[in-house]
Structures are given as structure tokens and as C-alpha cells.
């Protein structure tokens, strides 16, 4: 049994096949997906395929790439939809310098909301951080957000950030780019520390895992997650998933 803790099956790249990458999904061993708002039309759009479909389970946010857009409506309309039983999480939120979407002053402000919602309401966060590792650290740590922990997904940082996430009691979600052949720094970070606060996820369209790389991505692939796992850590494939998968169903709440 397998979990994607991270995907956007709710975007229109889905729209015409969507049923078949859910079939695929339960062939490959998924049990969970859990779907994750990037703006208001997708929240919207995850909490009704949640309803819809038994084994998704969705997440309300703004990525940060969208932050300039959320508004006190905005809020509102996340906080009515953390209500629904299946909404598990708060986000994506979190900082992108990367692309700069948005203005970095907007999207720190619009993190430490999220992170205010989520103490609100008793939900952990997704968090996506790109290159804004020290500031998304900092942020989570003035906010107190350990008092409802996470995932920051698509981890990418150093040892140190991973450590401090840990402290914080939140997770770190591995993905496509774990498979990739100049992913060292990733997979010697992974290897030093507990498989404990180790979530897969695909991030599916996106970062697609070999031996798909340059396909779209779906959930089925996280099994290519899992198996990069077993064979950098001393687990078999098996105690990864296992594993993998307790760490979701406990963070998220679901069994
Ligand atoms: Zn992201
Ligand atoms: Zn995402």
C-alpha cells in the first residue's frame, strides 16, 4: 500500500483521462491521494473531488506563485472548506523565490496567514519552499507553527534545514526528482535521517520520476518514489511503503 501525498488531480492537464489515472493508481497499490489547493478555483476543485472519489482526500491554499491574489474572501472561503471531513491540510503555502510570481513581501505574508489558518483550525501544513529555505524556516518558527506540524514537500533543502523541520515536528516529502541522476545532495540527505519523517508524494503533473521522465505525471509513479527509497536505505520496498504510509495516514488523520 502506497500514499501520493502531493498531487493536482483536479487540473485540466487530468480532465480527459482522469478516470484512467485513477484506476492506474489503485493498480500500482495506492490506497490514499491526497489533492492539494494551489488557488481558490483548485481548492474548490480538490474538495469536490474528494467528495466525489473514496480514496481523495483534499487540501485547501494559495501557492505562492498565486499569493498576490488572496484576498479576506479568500480566507474565508478557506476556512469554510477546512470544515468539510475530508480536507486534511492547509496549503500549498509557503515562499518561491525562484519564479517571484509574486512579490516576496506578499508571499511572507500570506505564508504566515495560512500558518495562522491552520493553527485555527487544528490542520497541518503543506508547505512549498524554493529557494527561500532560511525565511520559510524562520516564518514557520515565528509563527509556532510546530503546534500543528506538516509536510514540506518537495524537500530540497540541506541537512541542517531537514533537522530543524524534524524539530518542528513536521515531515519531508520526496518525489520525482529523488530518482533523478544528479540528485545526490537529496539522496545523501535522505539517507541521514529516520525514515520516520519520510512522506512520498509525485506533485503529479509535474516532476516525473524516472524512467517517465519528460511523460506527465500521475500517482501511479509514486511506486518509482518507493523503490528509489529501498534501494538508497536499508528497507525493502515493502518497509518503505509500509512505512511511508503510517507516516501519512498519521500526519493527515486518516486510516
Ligand atoms: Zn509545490
Ligand atoms: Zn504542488
Redesign the pocket.
Known sequence: MLIDT?AHLDFPRFNKDRQQVLDRAREAGLKQIIN?G?DEESSARSVELAKKVDMIYATVGI?PHNSKDMTEDTYSRLKDWTEQEKVVAVG?T?L?YHYDNSPRQIQRAVFRKHIQLAKEVELPLVI?S?EAEQQTMQILKEEAAAEVGGVI??FGGDLEMAQQAIELDFYLAVGGVLTFANAYQLRRVIKQISLDRVLIET?APYLTPEPYRGKRNEPAYVKEVALKLSEILPYSFEEVARITTENAQQLFGIS
Do not use: K, L, T
Request: aromatic share 0%; charged share 35%; with cysteine.
Open positions: 502531493h492539494i494551489a501557492h500549498e509557503g518561491d512549498h524554493r514537500h518537495c506533485d
